[in-house]
C-alpha cells in the first residue's frame, strides 16, 4: 500500500489534520490500534470559545453545556467566580465519530485495529488484524499520542506524563463549572456534561489523580458511572518534525500548561502542518520545519508563560500560592479570561509590581526562571 501521507493516530488531532489533508485532495492513510472512534479514555471536552469557532468542521449535536460560570478556589479555601460566554462542554464521543465519518466521505482510507510497529525509510511497518503490512508514504505524521511511538523513533525519547482521570457522576450541577488547586499547579474540578457531571483531576501520579476525583465525587453525590484515567503529556517537545516526519497533538506534547487541554494547541498544529504538507508536496523537496515555527510563533508566548507560571506552582507552599491567588483583581479576570489563552487573559489580571514583587521575593529556582519569562512580559505590558 501506498499514499501520499500516512497519519498514524486517529484521536482528535490526527482526524483534524487528515481532514484538512483530504479536503485539499491528498492521498492519505490512516492507522489506528483502537477498536474505533470515540473508544478510548478522553479529555473533560470543555473547548473555549476561539477553540469552537476555528474548527473546520463542527457539529451543533456536540454541545453538551455552555459554561457561564466558573469558580477556582485555592488549596486554602478562598474563591473567585467570573462570569460570561466561558466555554463549551462538547461530546467528545460524538466529536470523534461524525470526524470519522467525514474523513471518510473525504477519501481517506483509515483502518482501526492497525498497529504502528516502525520506520523503516519511506516505509512504515503496520500490524493489523489480518498480519503484517507495509506502508509506503512521502510524508508521516504521529498523532499517536503521549507515548507516541512515531515521536519516539523519529525526534528520540517519550515525554513525562502527568494522568489525567474523569469520573462520570449521576448528578445535575447547572451550568457553573468548579476549579480547585490541589498541589502546586496539580487540580481538580467539578463540571456539567448534559444530564450527568463530570469530575476529575490532574496529578503526578494516577492513585492521586483518583484520589482528588473521588473527594470531588462525594462532595456532587450520586453514583459514579464511568471511570477514564488517560496519561498527560508534561512537557511539549522542543521540535515536531525531522525531514519528511511530523508529530502533532499529545504526541508533541501540544498540551496547554496549566490546565492539561489540548485540543485548542493541536487544532493550530493541525491547521499550520496541513498547509505546510500541501506545500512540501506541490514543491520540488519535503521541508516541513515551517510548521514548527508558526505554531511557535503563534502560541509561543502562552506555553513559554505558562511553564513559567506552572514552575514557579510546582515550587511553591500552600501560603505563597495563597499570596498570588489574592493578587487576581477578579473584575479584570472576567473581563479579559480566555480559556484558549488562559495564562495571558491570567497575568494579565494581575497587578505587574505585585506580581514581579512576589516572584523575586522568592528564594526558589523556579520564581528565578518565571522571573526570566515574566520581565521581559511586564515590559511590554507596562
Known amino acids: 500500500m501506498r499514499a501520499e501521507v500516512l497519519i498514524v493516530g486517529a484521536g482528535i488531532s490526527g482526524l483534524l489534520v487528515s481532514y484538512l489533508l483530504a479536503r485539499e485532495g491528498v492521498d492519505v492513510v490512516q492507522v489506528d490500534s483502537s477498536p474505533g472512534p470515540g473508544r478510548r479514555p478522553h479529555c473533560s471536552g470543555i473547548l473555549g470559545m476561539d477553540c469552537w469557532r476555528l474548527l473546520p468542521f463542527r457539529s451543533d449535536g456536540w454541545r453538551l453545556n455552555n459554561i457561564r460560570e466558573a469558580t477556582f478556589i485555592s488549596p ?16 467528545r464521543e460524538r466529536m470523534e465519530e461524525d470526524l470519522v465519518s467525514e474523513v471518510l466521505s473525504e477519501g481517506v482510507k483509515l483502518s482501526f485495529g492497525s498497529k504502528f510497529i516502525g520506520v523503516s525509510g519511506r516505509k512504515a511497518l503496520i500490524k493489523t488484524q489480518s498480519g503484517r503490512t507495509d506502508v509506503g508514504f512521502f ?25 489525567g482521570v474523569n469520573m462520570a457522576v449521576r ?9 480547585r488547586l490541589r498541589r502546586g499547579s496539580y487540580f481538580s474540578w467539578v463540571h456539567p456534561r448534559g444530564d450527568i457531571t463530570y469530575v476529575g483531576a490532574v ?15 462525594s462532595v456532587v453525590g450520586g453514583e459514579i458511572i464511568k471511570t477514564m484515567c488517560h496519561p498527560i503529556p508534561a512537557s511539549i517537545r522542543s521540535r515536531f518534525s525531522s525531514k519528511n ?6 504526541a508533541a506534547g501540544q498540551v496547554k500548561p496549566l490546565s492539561r487541554g489540548g485540543v485548542f494547541f493541536s487544532l493550530i498544529a493541525a491547521m499550520n502542518l496541513s498547509r505546510e504538507v500541501v506545500r512540501s508536496l506541490e514543491g520540488d523537496h519535503i521541508d ?13 508566548g502562552e506555553v513559554r508563560l505558562g511553564y513559567a507560571v506552572r514552575s514557579f506552582l510546582d515550587n ?14 477578579i473584575e479584570s479576570f ?45 515590559d511590554v505590558k507596562g
Open 76 to 91: 486554602k479555601g478562598s474563591s473567585k467566580t467570573i462570569r460570561g460566554d466561558i466555554a463549551l462542554v462538547v461530546d
Open 139 to 163: 510524508i508521516a505524521i504521529g498523532a499517536d499520542g503521549s507515548r507516541s511511538k512515531v515521536a519516539h523513533s523519529t525526534l528520540g525519547g517519550y515525554l513525562p506524563l502527568d494522568f
Open 171 to 179: 448528578s445535575r450541577t447547572g451550568e457553573r463549572y468548579i476549579v
Open 203 to 217: 496529578g503526578p501520579t494516577p492513585e492521586l489523580a483518583v484520589e482528588w476525583a473521588r473527594k470531588e465525587a
Open 245 to 250: 516526519i511530523a508529530v502533532l497533538g499529545d
Open 288 to 300: 516541513l520545519t515551517t510548521y514548527d515555527r508558526r505554531w511557535w510563533k503563534t502560541l509561543g
Open 316 to 329: 511553591s507552599s500552600e501560603e505563597k500560592i495563597e499570596r498570588m491567588f489574592s493578587l487576581v483583581n
Open 334 to 378: 472576567s473581563e479579559l479570561f480566555n480559556t484558549d489563552k488562559q495564562v495571558i487573559s491570567l497575568l494579565r489580571s494581575v497587578s505587574p509590581d505585585k506580581l514581579f514583587l512576589e516572584v523575586i521575593s522568592s528564594p526558589s529556582a523556579a520564581a528565578k526562571s518565571a522571573a526570566k519569562f515574566l520581565i521581559p512580559w511586564l
